[in-house]
Structure formats: C-alpha cells, structure tokens
C-alpha cells in the first residue's frame, strides 16, 4: 500500500521557521522526482519546489526562492522541506508528492500568524 505521511506543520510567527517531513512508503521512491505542493482556502494548488532523484537538482516557485530547502533522503525515503523566513502568504496545506504519479500524503497545515 502506497502512503505518505507528512508531518511538521504547526502555527509559527512571521519570519519563523518550520522543517516538513513526508515519510514514503509502498513504492520505489528513489525512482521518482518528489514534490511539496501547498493549496491555500480559495486558491489552486500550486507547486513549492520539486528534487531529482536522487537530490542533484532543485526546483522552487519564485516566491519561496531563497527561503525554502528541498531535500530527500533516500535510505530513509524521506523527503523535507525547510522552510525559512515564513510569510503570512505561506499559510496553506502543504502535501508531499510523488510525480508523474497520483500518490499524495494527506497534508500538514502550516498558519503562519502574529
């Protein structure tokens, strides 16, 4: 059975950090790109960043450029997402994917708020 179970999310003030991890399982993870997504209330869900097999190459969306860090564990089949110098437009769902697949972990919530 395929999951992946994302965790880290919580409430963080302005300029704060959080570290999400998405745990795989049921499927040959380091054969595949993964991804965090994030989908805000009224919004598109809309891709944050994307790491290669095996972690040589990265991706991010202009806005999280600089202050979020993708990175994948394979022995571990792990995957994280840094994220630094948090935003009030961060504030979402953010869910683990794996591409070209229609595997998705359930989301963590990320509120960022004073």
């Known amino acids: 059975q395929v999951q992946l179970v994302e965790s880290g999310g919580g409430l963080v003030q302005p300029g704060g950090s959080l570290r999400l991890s998405c745990a795989a399982s049921?499927?040959?993870?380091?054969?595949?790109?993964m991804s965090w997504y994030r989908q805000a209330p009224g919004k598109e869900r809309e891709l944050v960043a994307i790491?290669?097999?095996?972690?040589?190459?990265?991706n991010y969306a202009e806005s999280v450029k600089g202050r979020f860090t993708i990175s994948r564990d394979n022995a571990k089949n792990t995957v994280n997402l840094q994220m630094n110098t948090l935003k009030f437009e961060d504030t979402a769902v953010y869910l683990c994917?794996?591409?070209?697949?229609?595997?998705w972990g359930q989301g963590t919530q990320v509120t960022v708020s004073s």
């Open positions: 994917h794996a591409s070209a697949t229609e595997y």
């Open positions: 049921g499927f040959n993870f380091s054969n595949y790109l």
């Open positions: 790491i290669s097999t095996h972690g040589s190459s990265t």
